[in-house]
C-alpha cells in the first residue's frame, strides 16, 4: 500500500506564491511518476505537473513559467512551488503517485483571493 500526505494550502492573495508538499510513505517502486492536479468547483480534475523518478517534468499549458516541480527520491517528497498565483487556480490540489495503478492524496485547499 502507498500513502500520500500533501500539505502548504492555504490562501494566498492574487500574485503571491504558495509551495505545496507531498510525503509518501509505503511500498515504494524506485521508478514511478509523481505529479500534482487540481479540481475546482465544478470542473474536472486535470493535471498541473508530474516528475518521473528520473527528473523529466510535464507541464500544464496554464502553468509553465510560474510553477515548479520537484522530488527528492531520498525523502519520497514532491513539491510544487506555485508562483504568481491567479484567482481562477483557486481549487483542490491532489497529489499523485504512479506506479502500475494510481494513489491519490487527500488533497489540500488553495485559494487565491483579495
Known amino acids: 500500500q502507498v500513502q500520500l500526505v500533501e500539505s502548504g494550502g492555504g490562501l494566498v492573495q492574487p500574485g503571491g506564491s504558495l509551495r505545496l508538499a507531498c510525503v509518501v510513505s509505503?511500498?515504494?517502486?524506485?521508478?514511478?511518476?509523481m505529479g500534482w492536479y487540481r479540481q475546482a468547483p465544478g470542473k474536472q480534475r486535470e493535471l498541473v505537473a508530474e516528475?518521473?523518478?528520473?527528473?523529466?517534468?510535464t507541464y500544464a499549458d496554464f502553468v509553465k513559467g510560474r510553477f515548479t516541480i520537484s522530488r527528492d527520491n531520498a525523502k519520497n517528497t514532491v513539491l510544487l512551488q506555485m508562483n504568481s498565483l491567479k484567482p481562477e487556480e483557486t481549487a483542490i490540489y491532489y497529489c499523485?503517485?504512479?506506479?502500475?495503478?494510481?494513489?491519490w492524496g487527500q488533497g489540500t485547499q488553495v485559494t487565491v483571493s483579495s
Open positions: 516528475i518521473t523518478s528520473g527528473g523529466s517534468t
Open positions: 509505503g511500498t515504494i517502486s524506485r521508478f514511478s511518476v
Open positions: 499523485n503517485y504512479y506506479s502500475e495503478k494510481d494513489y
